[in-house]
């Protein structure tokens, strides 16, 4: 055991285990994974479109919440669920969310490998929350201690599951106009890439998780055989 008593694991077995917990919540994967690409889509295309930071905040709402839903769907399918019934986890996600993810795109813009490194010590942070009910400086703390040592095979599970948004920017670069509707194919299939990677994070965040919860490890044997 190594990083506050997490299995040994390595960057296969975290991508092994996140395609695992996909398939404990299909539907839910694909209801917000299309909820996020296609209206976007719809907006880039209509006249006048592009970028409106309006729709943009919406978009984050819906993918916060979505996070939630679908991680504590996952959580009570894989056997990870402790927190039912402790009240305020809603209230202690969005904060985290908002701070962890404000806190890891200022060290991504300052310098990348400082943002990577948060990102990956802050991984499961939010199923945390969702599965323990703590607090956010708790989560924050508890994923901090649970992933040491283990930041580099972490952060590239999230550079394989983040090319999506990587093509998808580089759809962006070559194919779309600088000012006025979008071609559809293109702002379509740049949107469910980039969407697909947002929503596989939300995985990889429970996959990596469940290396740590070992009081359901016979359950997690019993799921994942």
């Given at each position: 055991?190594?990083?506050?008593?997490?299995?040994?694991y390595?960057?296969?077995?975290?991508?092994?285990?996140?395609?695992?917990?996909?398939?404990?919540?299909?539907?839910?994967?694909?209801?917000?994974?299309?909820?996020?690409?296609?209206?976007?889509?719809?907006?880039?295309?209509?006249?006048?479109?592009?970028?409106?930071?309006?729709?943009?905040?919406?978009?984050?709402?819906?993918?916060?919440?979505?996070?939630f839903?679908?991680?504590?769907?996952?959580?009570?399918?894989?056997?990870?669920?402790?927190?039912?019934?402790?009240?305020?986890?809603?209230?202690?996600?969005?904060?985290?969310?908002?701070?962890?993810?404000?806190?890891i795109?200022?060290g991504?813009?300052?310098?990348?490998?400082?943002?990577?490194?948060?990102?990956?010590?802050?991984?499961?942070?939010?199923?945390?929350?969702?599965?323990?009910?703590?607090?956010?400086?708790?989560?924050?703390?508890?994923?901090?201690?649970?992933?040491?040592?283990?930041?580099?095979?972490?952060?590239?599970?999230?550079?394989?599951?983040?090319?999506?948004?990587?093509?998808?920017?580089?759809?962006?670069?070559?194919?779309?106009?600088?000012?006025?509707?979008a071609?559809?194919?293109?702002?379509?299939?740049?949107?469910?890439?980039?969407?697909?990677?947002?929503?596989?994070?939300?995985?990889?965040?429970?996959?990596?998780?469940?290396?740590?919860?070992?009081?359901?490890?016979?359950?997690?044997?019993?799921i994942?055989?």
């Amino acid at each position: 055991m190594k990083g506050g008593g997490m299995e040994e694991y390595d960057t296969g077995m975290i991508l092994r285990r996140t395609g695992e917990m996909v398939r404990l919540a299909p539907r839910a994967t694909l209801i917000f994974w299309l909820a996020l690409a296609l209206p976007t889509t719809a907006l880039a295309v209509l006249p006048g479109g592009g970028g409106d930071a309006r729709f943009a905040f919406v978009g984050g709402i819906v993918s916060i919440f979505g996070q939630f839903i679908v991680s504590g769907r996952v959580a009570r399918r894989a056997g990870l669920m402790q927190a039912d019934d402790v009240p305020g986890r809603a209230g202690s996600y969005a904060l985290l969310s908002i701070v962890s993810g404000l806190a890891i795109l200022l060290g991504i813009f300052l310098l990348v490998l400082p943002g990577l490194y948060l990102l990956a010590r802050w991984s499961i942070a939010v199923p945390i929350v969702i599965a323990e009910g703590k607090g956010m400086g708790a989560a924050l703390g508890a994923s901090w201690t649970r992933t040491r040592g283990r930041a580099v095979p972490i952060c590239l599970a999230f550079l394989v599951v983040g090319t999506g948004l990587v093509v998808s920017a580089v759809l962006d670069l070559f194919l779309m106009p600088e000012y006025g509707p979008a071609p559809l194919v293109p702002a379509l299939a740049s949107n469910l890439l980039a969407y697909a990677s947002t929503v596989l994070t939300w995985f990889l965040a429970m996959a990596i998780y469940s290396f740590s919860a070992r009081e359901a490890a016979p359950q997690l044997e019993q799921i994942f055989a």
